[in-house]
Structures are given as structure tokens and as C-alpha cells.
């Protein structure tokens, strides 16, 4: 809801904002297509705000034309570009609503979970924005899964996967200080569970098997042992783990 609620207010300052940028605005043409080549030229120039400024006017003036759907994809690049996320996404989210079949309708879905990524913040935070672009990209494969995009797509999702499981690996370290090992072990077995495929597996097991020991949960303590040498027989990890196995 907090994301669609943004989303809304971001809405209505476009429209606001479209509203004013005809006096900023290149566009002198009452041609949508020479109007589309006076906002692109700006954009191939790298001068996003000016770009963005004749969108918005064509958005408006030229709604329904050969142009639109272009046009409409070029406004949320503009933003993206500048990385204001926020914009951005509501405009290929138009975009993805009014021209489902365009050819930049593709483009535009990828363009659209790269918004989320970009809002994606640093593990320590809020990760309702990370959630949203693991799902975006998700749809994408789904839809789309022999795309020019998809290798990147793919990678995207492992890199915020791994930002979740880092973030709940965090929290286990926090819970080993506070010698609280018992709530340690359960994040630990979360990241083996939800994120078992992600950099910090292993990271997760060895903390694991640490926990079992020091709460005296040996047996236990063994089969995870097993389990990790199974698992993860070129971890960095593997010669600790197999000094526990001594010890123990």
C-alpha cells in the first residue's frame, strides 16, 4: 500500500508538472513525429531534464499518436537515467498499461524492475523496494525468457538475493554477540532455507554448527557437519568445520 500510495502521489505530480513544462519545452511543432525527434535529440545528448520536459508535453499533446508509445518509454528512460526511480517506474508502468503490445513494451518491463533495483537500499534498511524487484524481474523471465535481457535480469536477482541473505546473516552475527544462540540458530537455518543458493550459504551452515556446539547440541552439531561437507566441498570454510569435526 506505502508503495502504491508513492506511486499515486508521484502520478499527480506528473501531471502537474506536465502541466508547466510547456513553457520549458522545445516543442514548437504541431508534427508528433518532428515533436518525438526534437525530445530524442535532447536525450542523445544526454540533457535528460530537457528531455523529460518535451516528453511530458508530448505525453500530453500527442496522446494516441504514431509517437506515444515510444515517446512514453524515452520519458521513463529520461528518468531512469537521472535516477529518479520513483518517476521513472510510474512512467513505464503507464507505459506498460496503455501500450501492452507496443514493441517497447518488452524493454519497458525490464526498464521497470531496474527501477526497483535502483531504489533497492543498503542491507540495513528497509528491503520492501529489493522484494518488489526480485518480483518485477521475476515476471520479466517469466514473460520473456529468451530476451536479450534476461542473462542480466537473472544476475540482478542473485545480487538481491544475496543483499537478503546477507542482511539475515547480519542479524545471526547480532544474536551470537548477545550470546542469545538459540535465536542465532534460527536465522541461520532461515538464510539455509530461503537463500540456500545464494554466496552466503555456507557463511550460514559454519555459523550454524558453531551455535549447535556451543549450546552442546553435538549429535545435531554433527549431521550439519556432514550436511556442510556434502554441500560445500570447495567452501573457503571447509578446514574450520572440519576442526570442529575433531573436537568434537
Known sequence: MKLYLILAVTALSVIFSACGSSDRSNINTDDPEKAYNIAMESYNKKDY?????????????????????KAQYYFGMSYLKREEFVLAAYEFEYLLKNYATSSFAIDGRFQLAMCYF????????????TYQAI??????????????????????????????????????????????????????EHVLDEYFDTDY????LYGKIITLKTRKKYEEAKKEIERFETRFPKSDLLPKVQNIKKSL
Not at 118 to 129: A, C, F, I, N, V
Request: no cysteine; proline share 3%; hydrophobic share 35%.
Open 49 to 69: 531534464l530537457q528531455a523529460i520536459d518535451d516528453f511530458s508535453v508530448i505525453k500530453v499533446k500527442f496522446s494516441g499518436t504514431s509517437i506515444s508509445d
Open 118 to 129: 535502483g531504489l533497492s537500499p543498503r542491507y540495513s534498511l528497509d528491503q520492501t523496494y
Open 135 to 188: 518480483s518485477e524481474f521475476k515476471n520479466f523471465l517469466e514473460l520473456y525468457p529468451t530476451d536479450k535481457n534476461a542473462p542480466d535480469a537473472e544476475a540482478k536477482i542473485k545480487e538481491l538475493r544475496n543483499k537478503l541473505a546477507f542482511k539475515e546473516l547480519k542479524s545471526a552475527e547480532l544474536y551470537m554477540k548477545m550470546d542469545d544462540y538459540k535465536a542465532a540458530t534460527v536465522y541461520y
Open 201 to 204: 550459504a555456507d557463511d550460514a
